[in-house]
């Protein structure tokens, strides 16, 4: 019996030091995050603008993260016109794809509707390049600009860049509190590791 004690205990330390561990490299994956969402290299030359999507609200009416990526983009645009490629698919509570929806604001920000190329298939980031790169493929784009959330612009850049794109990141600030900083720093650090875990082990994760 004191054995059986004695091997659940050690048990029970490998595990709470297991468990130690994994915390401690999480949170150093969040504070990596924060670190290198303030300190993005400078936005150079860019031919083509990357708009990644947030959620269209059910009422049809977009959220702010989502407004801020366009106004960013809009921003941009503005200030070096150049082809925009919006992306995003329809979620189980959109009444449209975000791509369209996407495009929609650009235009009635000024953005000429020749200029914008929509993707409304893609899920997630790798999804949205991946299309991206397609519809830019005959268009003679060298360099490209990734627009999304602060928090989001590195491992955007990082998935731009191992699809063969030269890029950089124009982030659009997130001014909400800090229950959703925490969200989404927290969600972004899970991402980074999943991300990690398909460039690197391969694993077939999505």
């Not at 561990?21 to 990596?32: D, E, H, I, K, N």
């Not at 927290?186 to 980074?192: D, F, I, N, T, V």
Request: proline share 5%.
């Amino acid at each position: 019996m004191k054995k059986l004690l004695g091997g659940l205990r050690r048990m029970l330390c490998v595990l709470l030091v297991l468990m130690l561990l994994g915390a401690a490299f999480y949170l150093g994956v969040v504070a990596m995050v924060c670190y290198r969402e303030t300190h993005l290299p400078p936005v150079e030359d860019y031919d083509a603008l990357i708009v990644l999507g947030a959620q269209v609200k059910p009422d049809g009416t977009l959220s702010l993260q989502l407004q801020w990526r366009l106004d960013a983009a809009v921003e941009a645009w503005q200030a070096h016109p150049c082809w925009v490629v919006t992306c995003g698919a329809r979620g189980s509570n959109e009444p449209i794809e975000e791509a369209y929806a996407m495009r929609d604001y650009l235009i009635a920000q000024g953005v000429p509707a020749e200029w914008i190329l929509t993707d409304p298939a893609s899920y997630n980031t790798r999804q949205n390049i991946a299309n991206a790169i397609d519809l830019l493929a005959d268009k003679d784009v060298q360099r490209v600009a990734v627009v999304t959330s602060d928090y989001h612009v590195p491992r955007a850049m990082a998935i731009a860049e191992d699809a063969g794109l030269e890029a950089c990141g124009i982030p659009a600030p997130t001014k909400l509190g800090m229950r959703f900083w925490l969200k989404n720093h927290g969600r972004e650090g899970l991402a980074w590791i999943k991300y990690w875990a398909q460039k690197y082990l391969h694993l077939p994760l999505e």
